[in-house]
């Protein structure tokens, strides 16, 4: 089974189990209650566990479950919340993931690019040929045109700043995949317009925007965008 259908086809499962049990409250064959102390918390937990199923383990999903069951231990008062630790988890996953990036040991797909882009400053505008390039941002601002003539994918990273990535010259010929994660930032990606984009992802406190107007043309190349966005956005364009 492909990765990307197992947290559809769990989310699909619930939604039965959940139905079954409302009926049967109903109808008297049980006494069930679907809400107890912290019940609103599953709406930060199960979507990022269907992330975690679909996607794998990335930076958003893991702050999404984190924070989630944080606050359900709180509310079944077998944890003292205080929103310090709900910051300190945002910038531990956030910082690991850096440290990962920077040392190259985060798992990319395909295979690893020759280099990557990774600035600590102010905001910088540059040209890149990469094939398979990586744009990580910490604190800063990053704009960048790639004109790969062979583009693999791509990965993007703003944690505390802004990704500006322009691949309206380079060449897409066949399906990729650019993942892409906004941690308390922003990014905008710029995609040629003789492709069609898919978007996934699971915001939270944030959000994903598709502006993108695909190719009319079935046969065109798929931009498989993977969104996580947590405290920031993301815009396709």
Known sequence: ?????????????ALIAVAILLVGNSSGWWDF???????????????????????????GNTILIGVGVLLLLHEQELFAFSWVWIVALILVVAGVSTILN??????KPHY????SH????????SFDTQDMPAYNVLFSGLEV?????????????AIFGGVDADFRQAVISHDITITCEAIFGGVEILLPSNVRV?????????????????????????????CSAVFGGIDIK
């Open 198 to 226: 898919q978007v996934t992802g699971t915001p939270v406190f944030g959000g994903h925007e598709c502006k993108f107007i695909s190719s009319a043309d079935p046969a065109a190349p798929i931009v498989t965008i993977r």
């Open 102 to 107: 920077a040392l190259g040991l985060k798992k």
């Open 112 to 115: 690893d690019p020759p280099q």
């Open 118 to 125: 990774v600035h600590h400053g102010a905001t910088n505008a």
């Open 1 to 13: 089974m492909k990765r990307k259908n197992l947290g559809t086809l769990v989310f699909g499962f």
């Open 33 to 59: 209650s679907l809400f107890f102390d912290g019940w609103w918390t599953l709406f930060l937990i199960v979507p990022g566990v269907i992330g975690l199923l679909n996607e794998g383990v990335n930076t």
């Open 145 to 157: 045109a790639n004109t790969s003539q062979n583009l693999q994918g791509a990965k993007i990273c």
